[in-house]
T-cell receptor, first 119, second 115 residues
Framework: EPEVTQTPSHQVTQMGQEVILRCVPI?????FYWYRQILGQKVEFLVS????????KSEIFDDQFSVERPDGSNFTLKIRSTKLEDSAMYFC?????????????????FGNGTRLTVT | AQKITQTQPGMFVQEKEAVTLDCTYD???????LFWYKQPSSGEMIFLIY??????QNATEGRYSLNFQKARKSANLVISASQLGDSAMYFC????????????FGTGTQLKVEL
């Protein structure tokens, strides 16, 4: 069964450094997302991406964050200057099409996550 | 106001018993979808079941069923015949028509299945 893959599984970085988290969504999916989960807390939406542009972003997704789909398969999240509070599990997800909740079951399929530790 | 409320931070159930995990939601959208995800201790997020707001029947997927009570805005997950492997965090999530394509998650319920 196709799956979303994320690399690396664990990233340790120093405060102020740039990190790039990588994701390969499911190949025929059109919508891509990043979520984060601070340890023991709920899963929070960061950004959604469609047709090579951001379709929606949350308050968390400030100027320090950016996303890119550099080629036909990868989807990346960059944090320019990491802060201690950026330490979290970052999940990439993809879905096949825009959901019309009345008629479509279009769940988000999540990768296994990248655990980012900022020291 | 919280869009998704899961009031049970932790639940215990004996193996082979059924368990209900509660989820209530808040939306003014007439059209929305409700999802349940499982997160084992290994961390991945596994999609379990979906219920659309206009679905007449409660959703079922194997041992998972969704007790959807639209008037009460609740979408409780029922796991029948619990197994040790069901021990995990369970998240309820909602997608609203007016909310873009994103899912909004609740705080989760940690389920522990005991022998």
């Amino acid at each position: 069964e196709p799956e979303v893959t994320q690399t690396p599984s664990h990233q340790v970085t120093q405060m102020g450094q740039e990190v790039i988290l990588r994701c390969v969504p499911i190949s025929n999916h059109l919508y891509f997302y990043w979520y984060r989960q601070i340890l023991g807390q709920k899963v929070e939406f960061l950004v959604s991406f469609y047709n090579n542009e951001i379709s929606e972003k949350s308050e968390i997704f400030d100027d320090q964050f950016s996303v890119e789909r550099p080629d036909g398969s990868n989807f990346t999240l960059k944090i320019r200057s990491t802060k201690l509070e950026d330490s979290a599990m970052y999940f990439c997800a993809s879905s096949a099409r825009r959901a019309v909740p009345t008629t479509y079951n279009s769940p988000l399929h999540f990768g296994n996550g990248t655990r980012l530790t900022v020291t | 106001a919280q869009k998704i409320t899961q009031t049970q931070p932790g639940m215990f159930v004996q193996e082979k018993e059924a368990v209900t995990l509660d989820c209530t939601y808040d939306t003014s959208d007439p059209s929305y979808g409700l999802f349940w995800y499982k997160q084992p201790s290994s961390g991945e997020m596994i999609f379990l079941i979906y219920q659309g707001s206009y679905d007449q029947q409660n959703a079922t997927e194997g041992r998972y069923s969704l007790n959807f009570q639209k008037a009460r805005k609740s979408a409780n997950l029922v796991i029948s015949a619990s197994q040790l492997g069901d021990s995990a965090m369970y998240f309820c999530a909602m997608r609203e028509t007016g909310g873009g394509n994103k899912l909004t998650f609740g705080t989760g319920t940690q389920l522990k299945v005991e022998l």
